[in-house]
């Protein structure tokens, strides 16, 4: 497959014309100053009265039709009625406007033909114009007029004025771009809208004990456990160990809750009689909103619950009980933690769930969403190609959802977000997708994604506005491809400076995950049920916001197998470690006099340092300090971008991405499995290789005084004795002195056969011989 070359990856900077004026990077303070401007003819339809009654009942059921050019909007039309209010707003974009001439009709709705009421003009040179933060424009009252603009009957109250997007009536508004979309739910899912999380909880359930359970077969010893449902999370616990009616676990269970809570937390404890059969001694329901709270590490009171045999169904009257066993258990709502619903390399927030700790925020996130151009094709309709394009951005608990471009490969949104920063080092993320929903009932599709993209706030500069194109790239089984190029604006605006440096001294998660911290599969699964919960309740916003795209944002399934990214982080660590690397062959160099200049300098150095060692550590922060100032003129300019040759998706093999794209568990043939399973073995195998060398390294080191080997022990501790002599009556500084000038010695008096401690290092004895 040809590739497209490098440079179609790249990152663009732009000057675009932004709040009505040129950006090069200064600071705006206007509303809507990071896009460009946006003109529209605004039509606001309230009410009509004393409407001419056409049919023989007496009434008669009209609607406006709103004209310019080829562009036609209407409103609904009301049923017997002389005098209806409609109270909506159309928008039309004056790039398209085509007419001169605004035609404003009421119109009685009928089965055969509608009739014609009346009709108000707008010459469009006398529209006025209005900019907020102008007071909206008052509608007036206009006589109606025939068709030969004579005055009939009735009036109409409406409003015409010309606009940008920063209007009030904007986001409400029927558009003339979206003249195609059909239904109340069609227009809806194109509207830009903004979304928030749900409050997300950790639940602790603690389980201590349970007293006077009743099994069936009192003639064996129970083997129980006590099992924990919330919604579709389950979790359990071991078996109690002493197998008696009193059993105790004093386990921890650990859930995610989100307000509002809906369901109950349902425990029962069951007894295991056999292998594939377990008898639930009791149940009990526990309503979240009557939980503790915790905001600390202080331990909550606990409770005793009372365990019944049956849960009851709603409508079934409750069972008088004489005698009934029960449970003791601890449980909070944890507001100490902060609920990972994100990958943790790209978090947008950091704060804890209780609002009581949230600290004040440090600065401002301003994003202006200007347009994408050179989209790709995502469906076909009518026989066409085609892309409706909309963009999703998520920082913090808010997303945002910009209107749907309708049929358009370079579409403009041209809108702009703030948001509140609380922490520097946190990611926020934009994605565009292509809108499947546009006809009302059209529940099937799925919204296709176009790309992604992150920017992290620590790397931008404060008061900035940064203007570039940024490419858009998805990976598909065949390879990464360019899906086009999306425009922003993006201003971080700091209030205090000196809050935003003391954040850098601050731990990145709330405290309790320090002193309570959760296990990584603890994490892991918690985590899972976040991303569950949040795309669950956004799915059921309206207009929702879709699983397919909130899975997409918050990275879910990032964290499966993929050979590709094996290798790319791979070459990471090769490329954390190349440093350390180069600085080792300089030594060589230095040590084999490669540069007999450069050599006596790190003889003369060396000497300096030794002689007065209170100079090292000034000398490397100086050195360190030094380094800095010289990389300040080839500081990154740009936000950080998807990275191609990093990820290794220029050159990944197809059947390694065939295999990324694989579901979980494999829905491949079994011949390609077999072939994959073969390979992975291969790689463990190395790894496996590896991991035993350091582990034989490691064994050496503890031989030393293990008396494993006892001659080789006898040695090293008799070294140990002659060498704690020599350097008790020798000055460190001598013992320093030759110490470095044996090891920068001339090649002339080098051996190419390995050292002598190197020699007795790799002949002392390893575990690997009592391995099988």
Not at 680 to 693: C, H, K, P, W, Y
Request: aromatic share 10%; proline share 6%; with cysteine.
């Amino acid at each position: 497959m040809q590739r497209p070359p490098q440079e179609d990856f790249s990152l663009k900077e732009t000057k675009p014309h932004l709040g009505g004026g040129k950006i090069t990077g200064d600071k705006l303070t206007s509303t809507y100053d990071l896009v460009e401007q946006m003109q529209y003819l605004y039509v606001r339809v309230v009410k009509a009265k004393d409407l001419p009654v056409k049919d023989v009942t007496g009434s008669c059921d009209p609607y406006v039709e709103v004209r310019l050019g080829n562009y036609k909007g209407t409103t609904r039309h009301f049923e017997k009625k002389s005098n209806p209010e409609w109270n909506q707003v159309f928008a039309f974009s004056k790039d398209r406007i085509q007419a001169s001439v605004l035609e404003v009709t009421i119109k009685d709705k009928d089965v055969v033909k509608d009739d014609f009421m009346g009709r108000v003009l707008f010459d469009l040179n006398e529209v006025p114009k209005r900019v907020p933060p102008d007071s909206p424009l008052a509608p007036q009252w206009y006589r109606l007029e025939d068709r030969k603009n004579d005055k009939v009957k009735g009036e109409l109250m409406l409003a015409v004025w010309m606009g940008t997007q920063a209007d009030e009536a904007f986001p409400e508004a029927w558009h003339s771009d979206a003249a195609a979309v059909s239904g109340a739910d069609g227009l809806s899912n194109i509207r830009s809208k903004v979304y928030l999380s749900p409050k997300l909880w950790y639940l602790r359930v603690n389980v201590i004990e349970a007293q006077d359970l009743q099994p069936s077969d009192k003639s064996r010893f129970p083997e129980v456990y006590v099992k924990a449902i919330l919604g579709n999370q389950a979790l359990r616990t071991r078996v109690s160990m002493n197998k008696s009616i009193n059993p105790m676990w004093n386990e921890d269970l650990m859930f995610v809750a989100a307000e509002p809570f809906e369901e109950p937390l349902i425990l029962s404890v069951e007894d295991r009689v056999a292998p594939n059969k377990d008898e639930v001694l009791g149940r009990c329901a526990v309503p979240l909103q009557y939980v503790d709270r915790r905001l600390d590490h202080k331990p909550v009171n606990t409770r005793w619950f009372n365990l019944e045999k049956h849960v009851l169904v709603e409508g079934e009257k409750k069972k008088e009980v004489k005698f009934a066993s029960r449970i003791h258990m601890r449980i909070c709502l944890e507001g100490g933690y902060h609920v990972l619903d994100e990958s943790t390399h790209y978090s947008s927030d950091l704060r804890p769930t209780a609002k009581q700790l949230w600290k004040a925020p440090i600065g401002v996130l301003e994003l202006g969403i200007l347009n994408a151009h050179g989209l790709s094709p995502m469906k076909t309709k009518d026989g066409r190609a085609t892309t409706d394009a909309y963009c999703v951005a998520k920082y913090g608990q808010k997303w945002v959802r910009t209107r749907t471009i309708i049929d358009s490969f370079a579409p403009k949104w041209n809108e702009q977000y703030t948001w509140e920063v609380f922490d520097p080092c946190t990611v926020i993320t934009i994605g565009v997708f292509d809108n499947c929903h546009l006809q009302s009932g059209d529940k099937s599709g799925r919204d296709s994604r176009i790309g992604k993209v992150r920017i992290r706030l620590s790397t931008l500069e404060t008061d900035r506005v940064y203007t570039h194109s940024y490419p858009l790239l998805v990976l598909h089984p065949s390879g990464v491809k360019k899906m086009g190029e999306i425009h922003m604006a993006v201003r971080f605006t700091c209030s205090s400076l000196l809050n935003m440096m003391h954040m850098y001294s601050q731990p990145l998660l709330p405290k309790m995950h320090y002193i309570h911290p959760l296990t990584v599969s603890q994490l892991d699964s918690l985590r899972h049920q976040a991303t569950q919960i949040v795309s669950t309740r956004l799915t059921r916003a309206e207009p929702a916001l879709r699983k397919e795209v909130v899975e997409y944002m918050l990275d879910v399934g990032s964290h499966m197998w993929s050979m590709r990214r094996s290798k790319a982080n791979f070459f990471r660590i090769m490329g954390v470690l190349s440093g350390l690397i180069a600085v080792g062959k300089w030594f060589d160099q230095i040590c084999n006099w490669k540069n007999p200049i450069t050599t006596v300098l790190i003889h003369i150095l060396f000497l300096i340092l030794v002689l007065y060692p209170e100079l090292i550590l000034p000398t490397i922060f100086l050195y360190l300090f030094l380094i800095g100032v010289w990389y300040y003129r080839w500081r990154p300019r740009h936000p950080p971008h998807m990275d191609t040759r990093l990820s290794c998706a220029d050159n990944a093999h197809p059947d390694e991405l065939d295999e990324e794209f694989d579901t979980f568990p494999t829905s491949r043939p079994a011949d390609i499995v077999r072939m994959r399973y073969d390979r992975l073995r291969s790689i463990a195998g190395r790894i496996q290789t590896v991991v035993g060398d350091l582990a034989t390294q490691g064994e050496r080191l503890q031989s030393l005084l293990s008396w494993r080997d006892p001659r080789a022990t006898a040695l090293f501790v008799i070294f140990c004795l002659v060498a704690a002599i020599v350097l008790y009556v020798t000055p460190f500084q001598v013992v320093a002195l030759l110490t470095g000038f044996y090891v920068l010695r001339h090649p002339r008096f080098r051996y190419k056969l390995p050292s002598v401690p190197l020699n007795f290092f790799r002949r002392l004895p390893a575990r690997t011989d009592c391995m099988l």
